[in-house]
């Protein structure tokens, strides 16, 4: 028994310096918790209190929270006819009218996704020097069309249905920014109508919205980011009426249907042509040209007046290819381009657009099998939020100079 007890001294002893240490902490002062367990019960105790009565409101995380564009508002709104707005992010998952790599019925996802970090009480931007969440209009995710990828003909009917839908809705405030009056001054009714700004999808999904703009507008100019002409007439092969649409060829067929103006013009074309012919037929579509190239030979300036100068004072719908950017800083779309624009020469462009008469825009073929770590994802929200400033400014941003009053005028190292 003696034997047994002191056994179990040895086995206990030792470790009682590294207990009462770990109570008394490294200098032999009586530790403290990192929660105090009192907070956890109001005075008098019995009652552990609620989430809302110790933290407050349940915030998202840029990393968490149901998926919408930037954290905004979201609702069902071809459903919902109680929603209103002023302009509305609506996403169109349609894919199955690609001519290569498939994929762009994710992009909606991928764009909401990269765009996890924005968010409405943090909007703002040294570029634009503005928060377009704060400029008096109302901005909702109105969820994605629910397109069949079984039916190219139903796909399209229900994408124009759905855009038409949330055209006509009434707008929710009494003015919505720098070129509200042109959606008033233009539309067939003399009303102001809301602007949606479409996540796509593969180009394809512009001929519906043209066609839903076409009759609130009549015929628009357009224009248009691409690495592609998009106005060919059709494939090879082809051997019906609904074959021959493509995400090559919508700009063609919308002019057999009279749905734009004389006066569009594509931005960043670079891609391989059969031979001049197919440029004879772009003009013939109605398409002015400013190649990748022109940016180096002119500059973002002269390529910035270009595209006013044709526009004028027309309505005018804004469509972005993604691939229109370099695949070295956006891979993940269906058709890419070697020796695109950078990201930085796209956003600088589209800041010299505003205040021109902008009835929606679109940006399309992310097609995030093809990204990595989200690149393309977060470029394309990122030019989103560039829209929204853009639909709702009067005119482009002043330069800023280098450096505020309060920085240093030389280097202080």
């Given amino acids: 028994m003696l034997k ?35 907070d956890f019960a109001k005075p008098g105790g ?31 709104c071809l459903e919902d006819e109680t929603t209103d707005f002023d302009i509305a992010v609506l996403g169109m998952p349609f894919d199955t009218a690609v001519t290569y790599r498939p994929g762009a019925r994710f992009g909606p996802y ?113 224009i248009h980011f691409d690495a592609h002409l998009d106005t060919w007439p059709a494939y090879p092969g082809t051997s019906t009426d609904q074959s021959r649409i493509t995400h090559g060829t919508f700009f063609y067929l919308a002019n057999e249907e009279g749905l734009m103006t004389n006066t569009s013009i594509h931005a960043g074309i670079r891609c391989k042509l059969a031979g001049t012919a197919d440029l004879e037929n772009d003009a013939s579509v109605g398409f002015q040209l400013i190649s990748t ?38 891979p993940a779309t269906g058709t890419p381009e070697a020796g695109g624009w950078t990201t930085r020469e796209v956003k600088r462009i589209i800041r010299g657009l505003a205040g021109l008469n ?10 995030p099998a093809y990204d990595n770590a989200e690149i393309t994802g977060i470029a394309a929200a990122d030019i989103v939020h560039d829209f929204l400033s853009m639909l709702l400014s009067s005119e482009p941003p002043t330069p800023h100079s280098m450096w505020g009053p309060s920085r240093p005028s030389k280097d202080e190292l």
Avoid at 11 to 29: E, I, K, M, N, W
Avoid at 47 to 66: M, R
């Fill in 46 to 76: 019995g009652h552990t209190p609620t989430w809302a009565e110790k933290y407050g409101k349940q915030i998202d995380q840029p990393f968490s929270g149901p998926l919408s564009f930037s954290h905004l508002p979201y609702s069902r």
């Fill in 4 to 38: 047994l007890l002191a056994l179990v001294a040895l086995a206990v002893l030792p470790s009682f310096p590294y207990a009462q240490a770990h109570r008394l902490g490294h200098h032999g002062r009586e530790q403290v918790p990192l929660v105090d367990m009192k």
């Fill in 110 to 222: 991928a764009i909401r996704s990269g765009s996890r970090r924005q968010r409405e009480t943090r909007g703002y931007t040294l570029s634009w020097q503005n928060n377009p969440y704060e400029l008096g209009s109302k901005i909702v995710d109105c969820g994605d069309v629910p397109v069949t990828p079984f039916d190219n003909a139903l796909a399209v009917d229900q994408m124009e249905v759905a855009y038409s839908t949330l055209l006509a809705r009434t707008i929710a405030s009494d003015q919505s920014g720098g070129t509200s009056s042109a959606s008033k001054r233009f539309a067939k009714d003399g009303k102001e109508h809301p602007r949606i700004v479409t996540l796509g999808g593969d180009h394809t999904i512009v001929l519906p919205i043209l066609r839903s703009l076409n009759k609130v507008y009549g015929p628009v100019s357009v």
């Fill in 293 to 330: 190239d022109d940016i180096d030979d002119h500059g973002v300036a002269a390529i910035i007046k270009r595209i006013r100068d044709r526009i004028g004072d027309s309505p005018v719908y804004l469509s972005l290819d993604i691939d229109v950017i370099d695949p070295g800083l956006a």
């Fill in 358 to 367: 902008f009835v929606g825009a679109d940006i399309v073929e992310v097609s």
